[in-house]
Each structure stands twice: as C-alpha cells, then as structure tokens.
C-alpha cells in the first residue's frame, strides 16, 4: 500500500512540476514518506522493500529532467530522510546496482546544487533555495561517511572525489575554477563586498567545509595532494605577483593606477584552500584533545614506505624555498608538504611586511594562516604516540616529543606571532587569530616547556608589561588574550630564579603602576582624564587575562595575586559610578575569577564577587552583568543542597524590584535586604 502511495506521489509530481506551489506539496508529501519508520514495517524485510520502492520512484522521477529552482529544497529533503531515517542495515541490504545508482544520483545532485550555489551568490540572490539545498545534501553525505563501516569497501571514494573537486573548482578562479565569472554579462560583486563577506566565511561555511573536510579524508589520496599542488602553486605565482607589483610601484609615480585584481584573486584562491586544508587535516574538538583523524594517520602510513623522512624535513624546514626546488621533493609525506605549503605562505607574507609591502597584503590571508595553524598545532604539533593504535613515523619523527622538527616549528610559529603582533597592531582580527595561536602554543604544559626556552618569549613578555609600542596599540580584547596567554607560559618548566624573574617582569609592573596610580592623593579629581582612563581599562583588560589563564594546578597561586586587585575594584566602582563601561569591566573581572576560579578554591571564602554585589546595586549597570555574576557563582557549587539554598536567596532578593528602574528609596531598601543576604550566604560561597 504504502509503495503504491510512493508511486502516485512521483507520477503527480511529474505531471504538475511545472507548477511551483503545487511542485512544492508533492515533494513534501514523498519527504514524509521517506522518513517513516518504526512499526508501520512489519519487519526489516518490508522495510527493505519500501525503501528500495521509494528509491526506484525517486530515480525515475528525477533522471532525465533539469531540475527546478523550487524543486531543489524538496529533492534534497526527501534524500536526506532516506539516509537519516532508514537504518543503515536497510541501505546496504538494497540491490548492489539500485544503491549504486542512487549514490551517482546524489553525487551528481550534489555538484549541480553547488554550482547553482555559487551562481546564486555571484547573482547576490536574497532567496539562496540552492545554498540550502546544497547544505542538506552535505550533511547526508557526512552522515554516509561517518558510518562508512556499514557499506562496501570505498564504495564513497569516487563520489568524494566528485564532490571534491566540484566544491573546490567552485571557489577556485579561472582557468582551474568558475569563480567569478560573469553570468549573462553579471560579473560577481564589488571587491568591498567580496572583503566584507570573506570575514564569516569561516564561520558562515563551517557546516559545508566539515561535510568537504570528511569526503577529504575519504579520498585522502586524491584529496590531500591536490590542496598542496594547488596552494603551492597560488603562492608561488604570488610571491611573483608581489614581485612585479613592487617593481612596478617602484616606477611609477601613481599607486592607484595599479590594477590588483590579478592578487585579488590569488588571495582568495589562497583563502579558501588554506580553510578546506584546514578541515581535512584537523577537527575543532572543544575542550579536548583532538587527535589526527584516522584516515589522515593511514593515508599517511600507508605510503611511508615511499617517503625520505630527511628531504620531508627539510622542505618543512625550509618555508623560504620553493618545495618544488629541493632535491627528492616528490618522496615527501604528503600531509606534511601540504603543513609546509601554508608555512610557504607564511613566509611570503613575512618577507613582503619586511619589505614594506604590507599595503599589498590581504589581512584575511594572515588570519587564515593563523587559524589553520593553530588547528593544526593542537592536533599535530608533539604528537603523543600512546593516544594511536598506529602511527605514521614521518609524523612522529617530525612532530613528536623532544624532535628537532617540534622544536624547530614552535620557534618559527613564536617568531611569525611576534612579527604579526608588530606589523598587525591595527587589523583586530588578525591579532585575535595571532594571540589564539600563542595561548595554544603555551596551553598545554608540554608545549609551553618549549616555548620558553625562545628568546622571542622572554623579549615579548617584557615588551608587554612595559606597554611598549606597538604592543600597547592592540586592542583591549587581544591585548587580554595575550595576557592570559603570557600567564600560562609563566608556568611552565623552569628553575626557580628563572620563574622568579618570569614573574617579576610579567605581573610586578602591573601591579606596581596600578598602585601608584590608585593611591595618588589626588586619584579622584584626575581619574576621568583620558590617559589615567586607558591606564585603569587596560589593567582590568590584564585581570580578566590573568583570571582566564586558571587551570587547576595555578589556581591558588593566581587568585591570592588577584585578590590586592579585586579590593581596590571595590573601590574603583564608586569612582568611577558615572562611568558605565568602566564599571562593566569591572564586574566583568569579579565575573571571570568568580566563573573561572571558584570551582577550584579549596578552603577560600570568596566574598569579593558579594561585596561587588553591594555597590553593583548603587550605580546600576545592566541587568545582564549582574545574572552573570550570579550565575558563575551558582555554577561552581558541586553540592546541589548548596546551589539550590543560594539560588533560592538569589531568587528572593531580586523578587520585589528591578534594580536599574529602582529610585533611591528602593534601593535602600534593596541594600538593607542585600545586607541580609550576605550574612546568610556568604558562609555557603565557601567551598569544602
């Protein structure tokens, strides 16, 4: 019965397709059909064979028609219901020849979406009925991929080739893309827009580069050396395009005469290779550790036996040299020429900034770089061996513990942070990605031993606590990263006159500054004037960076240092009453010790975060700082009795009156009630 339903709601489909509203209806009807499940089957076998039904009808109605615009969501939603609703059981028990043919079917729906996707952003369309569809498909070919173990041996390689290949060709230029070639005489948008749009691609995207980044890994030995010839070539024929582009600056008297769209369009090429490298090599695993993915691991176990572990060393070694130069290039582990490929843009950027072609350069490029390399760190740089069952010796021998290759790349990655944080000052986020990279390069302990040994390090560190230039130029949010992440390396492996002297460089001249200025007599009357603004945000920015760089092993040491501050900030609040976005900072510092510190604190009574509570009710910021500040102090509570008692009192003290509409009879009577609630809980903010 319910084959024959299938049956009729394909051959209505083909006869009222050409109707778009009524086309809609009918392929909504066969989504629901494709996703039922449960005990309407008999058993598998009739399951099977429904399955198997809807797919015949799916197939005939599909092949030889071009599909509508308002077909395309339909279609996709009605395989993406197949793949998620049906067991995988029932898909591999389908005829050989049948599975076969809807797999092609998919693989050349998904192509033909991406590049209608494309066109629909070149056209700047508002209604992206591709996009979406396009999307859909991608994440049932991740969800194909992910259980690859149910299905016949590579069975998805092809495929992902495809898929692949279309993705790429469409976001590469021509003569190897279509990107940005005009469409019935529309060229795609003005270059602002393209810059503007570029800043969330990563973000905007990443769904459609997970589902890329896995049919990478599935047909890793097309995949990954295709990303490294590409990019290898990109950057060459940018370092020649920077080249010429000097040389004809050099000659001219009129800069703006100069055409950039040939750099344009590397720049992008650059940028989406580098994003798509990025997903094949590495995941974004928060809050652990993320390992080389196992089909990167055999990819390149499977062909060591081909490759000269000294000729891969040295290419990697040598990002100023065109890989293509060096001897023996074509014996060399494919994953890591495709690490050296961006470490080659890397330094076509360096030396175009010491060559004062900054101008020429495109900030998203530095991000990029940055971004990838710091997944790539995470995942790949000291690599521990006893978290493999397998492991790829040129990878370990390049990247494991106490290897020349570790060392040798935490340097340079350290020297490439130093030489952005420099040249990068006023581009934010550039900055941001270039202080991410440092706070991964020193978050782990291992990692850190290392890079403390680097001159870079120490010289930095000064340079920062004496707010030197440019580094005082950075923005209060890098300039924050960059604090956490100078704390973090501070613990790390060193003798103790070393720490010693670690620690006085780094926190003694913050402290020293922001006591000298606080108890000058006359601190009040000069605390609005700008410079003495800016000395005070910057040391809270510093505070919220230390309180960041918490983990279990720093936590006394760094909260008995917070705690001269966070009495002083009791203080600064009432100077500062008028000023709205100091005291935000302020509590925002109360709000990360509270969230990032108590849960650790043994036997502390923390009443700062309640003090702050006290005069938080007379100058009434934002109701939102004060549900933060409650809710970090709630979430560190382990005993649920506790949590519950004090999220009771909370409750009962903002029950009758919301503060920032309260007048000032209210809120001395909010203080009297405040004063009640401290006494009653403040025994219970002490952590057993």
């Not at 695993?285 to 499977?302: A, D, N, W």
């Not at 080659?344 to 060559?355: N, P, Y």
């Not at 003798?495 to 006359?522: C, G, M, T």
């Not at 003495?532 to 960041?548: D, N, P, S």
Request: charged share 20%; proline share 4%; net charge negative.
């Amino acid at each position: 019965k319910e084959s024959k339903q299938s049956d009729l709601f394909c051959t209505v489909h083909r006869k009222i397709r050409e109707d778009s509203d009524m086309a809609q209806d009918s392929l909504q009807c066969l989504a629901q059909l494709a996703s039922m499940h449960g005990p309407v089957f008999p058993d598998e076998g009739a399951q099977v064979s429904y399955l198997a039904h809807l797919v015949e009808g799916l197939l005939s109605m599909i092949n030889g028609i071009e599909i509508e615009d308002s077909e395309a969501m339909g279609i996709s939603n009605i395989i993406s219901n197949l793949i998620t609703m049906f067991p995988r059981t029932c898909l591999t028990a389908l005829p050989s020849d049948l599975f076969t043919s809807f797999i092609n079917c998919l693989t050349l729906l998904t192509c033909s979406f991406g590049r209608s996707a494309a066109l629909e952003e070149v056209l700047d369309k508002d209604d992206m009925v591709y996009m979406e569809a396009y999307d859909k498909l991608l994440e049932s070919w991740l969800t194909l991929v992910q259980d690859e173990e149910h299905f016949p041996r590579g069975c998805f390689v092809q495929p992902a080739i495809q898929v692949f290949n279309s993705y790429i060709q469409c976001h590469l230029a021509a003569p190897d893309g279509t990107r940005n070639l005009s469409v019935n005489g529309i060229s795609s948008h003005e270059e602002e827009e393209i810059n503007e749009l570029q800043e969330d691609d990563r973000e905007l995207f990443c769904d459609q580069l997970s589902s890329i980044g896995m049919l990478g890994r599935v047909a890793a030995d097309h995949c990954i050396p295709l990303l490294t010839n590409l990019l290898e070539d990109r950057v060459t024929r940018l370092h020649g395009q920077l080249q010429s582009t000097q040389q004809h600056l050099m000659a001219t008297s009129d800069p703006e005469s100069m055409d950039r769209k040939v750099l344009d369009d590397l720049y992008e090429d650059i940028h989406w290779l580098i994003l798509v490298s990025g997903y094949v090599l590495a995941d974004d695993c928060q809050g652990e550790t993320p390992l080389i993915p196992s089909e990167v691991m055999e990819f390149s176990i499977k062909h060591s036996t081909e490759v000269d572990i000294n000729t891969t060393l040295q290419i990697l070694g040598s990002p100023g040299e065109k890989a293509s130069s060096i001897p023996g290039c074509n014996r060399t582990d494919s994953v890591i020429r495709l690490l050296s490929a961006v470490l080659r843009t890397s330094e076509v950027e360096s030396r175009a900034t010491r060559a004062s072609l900054t101008g020429l350069l495109s900030p998203q490029m530095g991000k990029d770089i940055m971004w990838f390399l710091r997944r790539w760190a995470k995942t790949y740089l000291l690599v521990d061996e006893k978290l493999y069952e397998q492991i790829s010796i040129p990878l370990i021998t390049a990247f494991g513990a106490d290897t020349e290759g570790a060392q040798w790349i935490v340097g340079y990655l350290l020297e490439k942070v130093i030489n952005n944080l420099s040249v990068w000052s006023s581009e934010p986020g550039l900055a941001n990605d270039t202080v991410e990279l440092l706070v991964t390069l020193v978050e782990k302990r291992e990692r850190a031993n290392i890079v403390v040994q680097c001159e870079g390090w120490w010289s930095l560190a000064k340079q920062f606590a004496s707010r030197s230039p440019p580094l005082h130029l950075l923005s209060s949010p890098v300039q924050r990263t960059l604090m956490k992440a100078l704390v973090l390396g501070g613990f790390a492996h060193m003798d103790s006159d070393a720490k010693q002297q670690y620690w006085a460089e780094v926190l003694h001249p913050l402290q020293q500054r922001f006591l000298n200025l606080i108890n000058q007599e006359n601190f009040a009357q000069i605390s609005q004037q700008e410079a003495v603004k800016q000395e005070i945000i910057a040391t809270l920015e510093a505070l919220c960076g230390i309180a960041e760089a918490t983990q279990i092993d720093n936590v006394v040491q760094l909260f008995s240092f917070l705690m001269d501050f966070l009495s002083s900030c009791i203080g600064l609040m009432e100077v500062y009453s008028n000023t709205p976005e100091t005291i935000n900072l302020i509590i925002e510092v109360f709000v990360e010790v509270a969230h990032k510190q108590i849960c650790y604190l043994g036997e502390f009574v923390v009443s700062g975060p309640l003090n702050v509570l006290k005069i938080y009710w007379c100058v009434s910021p934002p109701q939102a700082e004060y549900s933060e500040l409650v809710e970090a102090l709630l979430s560190s509570q382990r005993d649920a009795v506790i949590y519950q008692r004090l999220a009771d009192a909370f409750n009962k003290l903002t029950a009758s009156s919301s503060p920032p509409t309260m007048d000032r009879k209210q809120k001395v009577a909010f203080l009297k009630s405040l004063e009640e609630f401290v006494s009653n809980v403040g025994g219970l903010l002490c952590v057993k």
